[in-house]
């Protein structure tokens, strides 16, 4: 159902595999990514080439709490890109005449994000998942460009916090209850 209330956005093309709790192993991975203006071309509306960086790292932890019976999940992405946005307007100098307004704004984003996870085995044929996730999303200097003035520029913070609890009953070989 692409429209549970259990997942925060449309779920069209989401697979789902129930596993055991417990693992046996510890697995991790991490990750960096990297990006700035010498690798991207200059903005044809723009006189010089603006500052731009980006740069997204995290990484994901897994491994048992109790063998065969319990296990945990933690995963902590960080997301910083420094965008800007290219104004071309035409405003009014002292004396009311019109002038060109050609300049870039750096316009910053940050998005932090981490979720753990615990699977916890009741019995045989129940299982128990206890998930938390936190997002918090930062961006400056919203609303800017084209022909907005870096007056309109406005910021915003955003906060989201979820906590769920499942318990995934298994009645028999073709009916799950969630």
């Known amino acids: ?6 997942f925060d956005r449309l779920g ?3 697979v789902e595999i129930f596993t055991k709790p417990g693992t046996d192993k510890y697995r991790g991975q991490t ?8 690798l991207n071309s ?20 897994s491994g048992p709490v109790s063998a065969r019976k319990a296990s945990f999940f933690f995963d902590f992405q ?12 035409v405003v009014l100098d ?15 984003q940050r998005r932090t994000t981490f979720s753990p996870r ?8 129940n299982t128990l998942v206890a998930r938390y996730s936190y997002e918090r999303t930062r961006r400056e200097n919203g609303g800017v460009g084209g022909f907005n003035l870096p007056e309109r520029a406005f910021d915003t913070n955003n ?20």
């Open 1 to 6: 159902n692409p429209f549970s209330a259990e």
């Open 12 to 14: 069209y093309g989401r």
């Open 31 to 38: 990750f960096f990514n990297f990006n700035d203006e010498s």
């Open 42 to 61: 200059r903005s044809p509306f723009a006189a010089v080439r603006a500052p731009f960086q980006s740069r997204r790292y995290g990484g994901n932890l």
């Open 78 to 89: 960080r997301s910083e890109t420094d965008d800007n946005q290219d104004i071309n307007a």
């Open 94 to 108: 002292p004396l009311l005449a019109p002038v060109p307004f050609i300049t870039t704004v750096l316009t910053p």
């Open 118 to 125: 615990l699977d916890f085995q009741l019995n045989q044929t």
């Open 159 to 178: 906060t989201q916090q979820t906590v769920q609890l499942t318990e995934t009953a298994i009645i028999n070989r073709k009916v799950v209850n969630e």
